[in-house]
């Protein structure tokens, strides 16, 4: 009896792979196979992916994958990954099927609102995805710098698909970037003013530790003066590639 105890963690260890590695096939790799072939950081080639057939079909895949998997056995950090990539392909899907458009966003944001998608058997929102599961359930602030809505505005959209194993380090990469950019902080030549995207407003309360300005100064390589004069703008035309 003790002898075949001493496998038991083994086993489980065994089966908590077997079960990651079958999140991570089908439809990821599909998914990472499109972001290689379309997302760049100056946007995703929109015009290029809505004249392929065959991978528009590919994308129909993966997100019908996305509305069948079942995550209960995956880990936390998996199933963030598993929202996260979720969130990202279908707004994908859902731009395509706009396409050609100069935004997603409608008058009354119901392209966010209307309960359009399905992930993981549960018919939902892009706005519900992004709080009701992501926020409130997973509380990681470098969730902001990983969605992608696409707008011109949101951090490019990461060019492979998000795994649990790689999720920090993929997430701190990404928030990184962002604050470096103008479109994440520009900061004048003067030091006096900066203006930051609007995802520092809207979402402040999730940086907890100090507040947006601290999460700010920690990755920027400028940071930001005590005394700078702070004004938020969002550009939601599509983030489409030049």
């Not at 990821?28 to 972001?35: A, E, P």
């Not at 990983?146 to 795994?163: G, T, V």
């Not at 402040?204 to 702070?230: A, C, H, M, W």
Request: net charge positive; hydrophobic share 35%; charged share 25%.
């Amino acid at each position: 009896m003790k002898t075949s105890l001493r496998w038991l963690p083994l086993f489980a260890l065994f089966l908590a792979m077997t079960v990651s590695l079958r999140a991570q096939s089908g439809w990821v790799s599909d998914y990472g196979r499109l972001l290689g072939k379309y997302a760049t950081p100056n946007g995703v080639k929109y015009a290029a992916w809505k004249n392929n057939p065959a991978d528009m079909q590919a994308l129909q895949k993966v997100v019908d994958g996305i509305a069948a998997e079942n995550i209960s056995a995956l880990g936390k950090k998996e199933q963030l990954a598993f929202y996260v990539n979720a969130y990202n392909a279908w707004i994908l899907h859902q731009a395509l099927g706009k396409y050609p458009t100069k935004s997603v966003k409608d008058t009354l944001y119901t392209f966010f609102t209307a309960k359009r998608i399905k992930v993981a058997g549960e018919q939902t929102s892009f706005n519900s995805l992004e709080k009701e599961t992501i926020r409130s359930k997973f509380g990681d602030p470098g969730i902001h710098f990983a969605l992608n809505c696409a707008s011109r505005s949101c951090p490019p959209l990461n060019p492979e698909p998000f795994q649990g194993g790689k999720l920090d380090g993929q997430f701190e990469k990404l928030a990184k970037a962002y604050v470096n950019s103008d479109v994440g902080v520009k900061l004048a030549p003067d030091k006096k003013t900066a203006e930051l995207s609007k995802i520092f407003d809207w979402y402040k309360d999730d940086f907890k530790d100090g507040g947006p300005i601290q999460y700010i100064n920690k990755r920027r390589s400028t940071p930001l003066p005590n005394e700078v004069k702070i004004s938020y703008d969002y550009d939601w035309s599509l983030n489409e590639a030049n």
